[in-house]
């Protein structure tokens, strides 16, 4: 679902084993492709295009949650009397870089670019007279 992600993560904690890292990374990107056919089609009957855009929009939200795993946290300890206290902090410093902006604007344009007209063929195969099977 986010290959760019976990290719992100992967060559920010692995060092030793990285090659064989990213190749998973890649064989399960692989596998995806050829199981999201089916699955889509499978979707599509059951459930229509809206429901079907909503479980994948579920699908991709779960992939924030893993977004943030990414990000190591910063703990700050103060000492006050006899009480301790773990104040947790998220280090989002790297929002203001310019190569995280560019980042965030090619992804964008690649969204907009490449899903939005894949998510409007399945209403335009139907306007046209193409059966489900034909579509998928």
């Known amino acids: 679902l986010s290959l ?3 290719m992100m ?10 090659t064989t890292a990213l190749t998973l990374i890649s ?3 692989s596998f995806s492709m050829i199981i999201f056919s ?3 089609k499978l979707l599509l009957e059951n459930y229509g295009f809206h429901g079907t855009m909503m479980i994948f929009s579920a699908l991709m939200l779960n992939t924030v ?9 910063n703990t700050k ?8 206290s773990h104040k947790t902090q998220i280090d989002i410093s790297f929002i203001k870089r310019p190569s995280f902006i560019m980042y ?4 964008v344009l690649f969204v907009a670019g490449y899903y939005v007209a894949i998510g409007f063929l399945p209403e335009t ?9 034909d579509i998928s």
């Open 4 to 6: 760019v992600s976990c």
């Open 9 to 18: 993560a992967t060559d920010k904690y692995f060092d030793k084993k990285k």
């Open 27 to 29: 064989l399960g990107a």
């Open 38 to 40: 089916p699955v889509t």
């Open 65 to 73: 949650v893993c977004g943030a795993v990414v990000f190591p946290l």
């Open 77 to 84: 300890e103060s000492k006050t009397g006899v009480e301790t």
């Open 104 to 107: 965030m604007i090619t992804n």
């Open 125 to 133: 195969g139907l306007s046209v007279g193409l059966g489900m099977d």
